[in-house]
């Protein structure tokens, strides 16, 4: 263990929502907050445990006071937690199969997440241009997430019916008349929702002096896909001269130029999706640069609340092996990021360039202990140039605190 050497630590001036959560992500949570942020950062942590046992324990309750504890700080920073299916309520004796965490908290907050990689030189990604992080932000509202489907088991006539409150004129549609069985689905957007998105995207792009672009295939979706590309074309003419003096663009594309574009890119966009394009391509885009480990993630408020975390789950299979006594090597980097980015933004917010600092410099020493060559399983299994060992857990962390223990 590394003794505490600053005889004075950094204060961070207003508070901070800490959300803990489960297994592996709990573990790695707890090792960095003794290691790397404890002995450096003077903070007011509100703390809300929300291990699965402890959401059992309250019926969730915590889950949405942690919500509300976000909205009252501004900024928070959360662990990874366990969504549980029929199996996790048998494994910890559940009294029912919670909602997600993540999506309790992001309805409170109506928030939008963004996930960003992590680059380090010897880690390349999949794709050899890319050079500088592609940042997806994905609509979590409506469409197929929130749609209704119906099997037709022979012929007849499907409509799209809209029925106006207050009486006015029934509106209707023909979709298709069925000689044969077949499929159809209706789905829906809300203007509220899609321009708190635009926004959200927008002021994301200008604090990371980012160009902002949008994709849709409004050739083929001439309403439903040309609704998302006017708003955001509205909103983004609103900023157009704070655009210019940061010197970024917002583009629209057609969605497979989109792909195109950013395969053949060198990165360093925002890349805001529709909510299923988000979903799949954000896999795509974390898969193409390494590891989820070096996945970080953001959930951003329209009015402007954070809550910083990692992009992976709880690492369970990691967890079911340190439970058995055996030496992990579980990457520790997004959580540490998650950290980070809620120092940084609390910094921002509150105007104190030394907890800016410090967490800048816990960004540095975690990408040159990378460099360096030392790193976790994950990392070592595609670092270039290669190397002949990995770290555990533990080590990894220590090596990190020795760094910054030293630049600071
Ligand atoms: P996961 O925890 O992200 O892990 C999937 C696999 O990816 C791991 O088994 C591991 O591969 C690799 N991996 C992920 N993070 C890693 C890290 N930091 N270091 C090294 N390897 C890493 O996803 P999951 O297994 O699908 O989900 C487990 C639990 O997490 C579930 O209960 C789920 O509900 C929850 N979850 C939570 C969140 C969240 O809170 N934001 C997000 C996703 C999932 P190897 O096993 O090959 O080493
Ligand atoms: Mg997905």
Redesign the pocket.
């Known amino acids: 263990m590394l003794e505490v050497v600053l005889s004075e630590k950094i204060r961070v001036k207003n508070p901070l929502v800490e959300i803990d ?3 592996m ?1 709990r573990i ?1 949570w707890h090792f960095i907050k003794e290691k790397l942020i404890k002995p450096f950062v003077d903070v007011d942590i509100r703390y809300y445990d929300l291990s699965i046992t402890n959401r059992d324990r309250t019926d969730d309750q915590i889950t949405v006071d942690a919500a509300y504890a976000i909205r009252e700080a501004g900024v928070g920073v ?8 029929a199996a ?1 309520v048998e494994e910890y004796k559940l009294k029912k199969q919670w909602k ?3 999506g309790t908290i992001r309805s409170i907050l109506d928030g939008t997440v963004f996930r960003k990689p992590i680059i380090m030189k010897n880690i390349p990604p999949m794709v050899r241009r890319w050079k500088k992080p592609i940042i997806i932000g994905r609509h979590a509202y409506g469409d197929i997430y929130k749609n209704v489907e119906l099997v037709v088991d022979g012929p007849g006539r499907a409509e799209l019916v809209f029925i106006p409150d207050g009486g006015g004129e029934k509106r209707v549609l023909n979709i298709h008349e069925f000689k044969c069985p077949g499929v159809i689905m209706g789905m829906h957007n809300t203007e509220d929702s899609v321009r708190s998105f635009a926004k959200a995207c927008i002021n994301y792009a200008l604090g990371e002096k980012q160009d902002l672009w949008f994709g849709a295939k409004d050739t083929i979706s001439k309403k439903y896909h040309g609704f998302f590309r006017d708003i955001f074309a509205d909103e983004a003419e609103k900023v157009k001269d704070r655009f210019q003096e940061n010197g970024i663009h917002y583009r629209y594309f057609l969605i497979d130029d989109a792909v195109a574009q950013v395969m053949k890119s060198e990165g360093g966009m925002l890349w805001a999706c529709m909510n299923y394009d988000g979903d799949v391509m954000s896999d795509m885009v974390a898969t193409g640069f390494g ?3 070096l996945m970080a ?1 953001v959930l951003v408020s329209p009015d402007g609340k954070y809550e910083f ?10 967890y079911y092996e340190h439970l058995k006594g055996n030496p992990t ?7 540490i990021f998650a950290w980070t980015g809620a120092l940084s933004k609390r910094g921002d917010i509150d105007n104190t360039p030394d907890v800016l600092k410090f967490a800048e410099t816990l960004e540095n020493a975690v990408i040159s202990t990378v460099e360096s060559g030392i790193m ?3 990392l070592m299994l595609i670092a270039d140039p290669p190397v002949d060992k990995y770290a555990l857990t533990e080590e990894f962390l220590d090596a990190v605190a020795g760094r910054l223990k030293k630049a600071l």
Request: aromatic share 0%; charged share 20%; hydrophobic share 25%.
């Open positions: 959560g489960d297994e992500a790695i959360k662990c990874a937690t366990i969504t549980p299916n996790r997600s965490p993540n590891s989820l480990g993630s975390e990692a992009a992976h789950g709880t690492v369970v299979r990691h090597s579980t990457n520790s980097i997004a959580s976790t399983k994950d």
